[in-house]
């Protein structure tokens, strides 16, 4: 099981702060299948209708995370969540493109489940992984080619620094067709109960596999 630490200044801001952890290995990622093409479309249109009534800043799990990105001095207007970025892409009525089955069914989870998530290639990243407040220092190449500064931002890190946050991923730790070991970090709520929140990952890792092989392990870290 891939080894992920949380900093002691964000457990004592944020008591209950917990993510999910889960490892893939031996997996096979392709051009999604047509079941999962069809499912995502048919859920974004969904969603389009959904949203038209709706404030996405209303949502319980999208509120939760701005109030942290507040709290750690991360204007969430001006950088705004992964899964609130998707929400508000679809509410304009622009669906998203499909990259490869691992991309795409981390969007949906990100959209069924209004959290952001972020999947990386196991065998870019390097020691041990650690989620920390950013300092002006840590900053990378975001998977839509903008250099990312990311002081007082939740990044992940690796002995090479900075990959991932719940804004926008590298392009150095991205997944790809060719990516046989993946890891899946999930966002969750603070306020999730942690029985709540095992159920959510386990039904991430299963479906996960389901569709592309190999095996898997979670856990949720505090």
């Not at 004592?12 to 993510?19: A, E, G, S």
């Not at 390097?126 to 002006?136: A, D, M, P, S």
């Not at 970090?185 to 095992?198: D, F, G, H, R, T």
Request: hydrophobic letters at 35%; aromatic letters at 8%.
């Amino acid at each position: 099981m891939t080894h992920l630490t949380i900093s002691e200044t964000i457990k004592k801001q944020f008591p209950t702060f917990k993510i999910g952890v889960i490892s893939y290995h031996n997996i096979i990622i392709d051009s999604s299948p047509k079941m999962l093409r069809g499912r995502l479309n048919l859920f974004q249109e969904h969603l389009i209708m959904e949203l038209s009534e709706k404030n996405i800043s209303d949502s319980n799990s999208i509120s939760e995370w701005r109030k942290i990105f507040k709290q750690l001095g991360t204007d969430p207007a001006k950088y705004r969540l992964s899964s609130e970025a998707l929400l508000r892409r679809i509410q304009k009525g622009n669906k998203l493109p499909f990259i490869h089955s691992a991309v795409d069914l981390t969007n949906f989870f990100s959209l069924q489940y209004q959290l952001p998530l972020g999947i990386y290639d196991l065998n870019q990243l390097k020691g041990n992984l650690h989620l920390k407040i950013g300092t002006e220092e840590d900053q990378y190449e975001g998977l839509n080619g903008r250099t990312v500064n990311m002081k007082n931002k939740l990044i992940t890190s690796d002995d090479k620094g900075a990959f991932g946050s719940p804004i926008v991923d590298s392009r150095r730790t991205m997944v790809t067709e060719s990516t046989e070991n993946a890891l899946h970090i999930v966002y969750l709520q603070p306020s999730m109960e942690n029985s709540k929140a095992e159920k959510l990952v386990a039904a991430i890792a299963n479906m996960f596999v389901q569709l592309h092989g190999g095996s898997t392990d979670y856990k949720i870290i505090c």
